[in-house]
């Protein structure tokens, strides 16, 4: 007897649902290229993929708690597929994450909890 786990279930089931998602736009829409093409510019795509290159490197360095310069190092860029990225370009991402997360938790913490920021 084979079990099949509940994630699998959801997996099959979401997986369904995509399939005849794109089914309904390929049969219902069928001019859906021409109505998408002003929403997705070239310029957009680039931008999609600029911010998966650094998130990329951003998540990497920081997750697996590698020095700063790691993204420049020749042999990181031997091994890995993102795209390459510069110390300076990471660093300038980095402090504006940073910038960013401490905007965000200053906006939730009170006052009195955080009155340094």
């Known amino acids: 007897m084979h079990f099949v ?5 959801n997996q099959a089931r979401a997986q369904l649902r995509y399939s005849k998602l794109a089914c309904h736009i390929r049969s219902v829409h ?3 290229q021409e ?3 002003p929403l997705v510019s070239t310029a957009t795509l680039s931008t999609m993929q600029k911010a998966r290159k650094i998130y990329g490197w951003l998540d990497w360095v920081v997750s697996d708690n ?3 310069g790691f993204c420049s190092k020749a042999t990181t860029r031997k091994y890995t597929n993102l795209p390459p990225l510069s110390r300076n370009t ?3 991402y ?12 200053a906006q939730t ?4 909890v955080c ?3």
């Open 35 to 37: 109505m998408m093409a």
């Open 94 to 105: 980095l402090h504006l994450t940073v910038a960013e997360a401490q905007q965000s938790i």
């Open 5 to 9: 786990s509940r994630s699998q279930v």
């Open 90 to 92: 990471f660093m300038k």
């Open 30 to 32: 069928l001019n859906w």
């Open 109 to 112: 913490l009170p006052k009195k």
């Open 66 to 68: 590698h020095d700063f």
């Open 115 to 117: 009155p340094y920021i």
